[in-house]
């Protein structure tokens, strides 16, 4: 049942961009498809993840060359994820837990789709209209 539940509410496309890209250009991407965070991929395997937040605070804040500056400097890496059958709840405390907004679902290895805390903002509002 929380597989399920919890599916519904990722989402299933995992945007992508290569580690050699700039900062620049990812930002432009997350902007541009109004999401908050990119898989970083290096030979066609996911090697880590920058978000919105990456931006603000490791280039904007630190006066980073976001033009020039490739995505594999300042992204999070290894990816933390988290298997399909985890409960909304043990998710949201995992994601508290490692201080991060975006984390992969995967099931037996396969990435299944991003789950972000908004995600789970919906989840617990559609289920607290349910009550």
Known sequence: MSESLLLNYLAPEVATVDHQ???LHAAREMRDRR???LLV???GKPVGIVTETDIV???VAESVEA??????QVMNSPILALE???MPHEAFLFMAEHGIRHVLITQEGKILGMLSVRDLLRFFKDMSEHC
């Open 21 to 23: 890209v700039t900062l």
């Open 84 to 86: 399909s059958d985890v």
């Open 41 to 43: 991929e290096k030979d």
């Open 35 to 37: 999401i908050g965070s």
């Open 67 to 72: 033009a020039t500056t490739p995505v594999s």
């Open 57 to 59: 605070r490791r280039v």
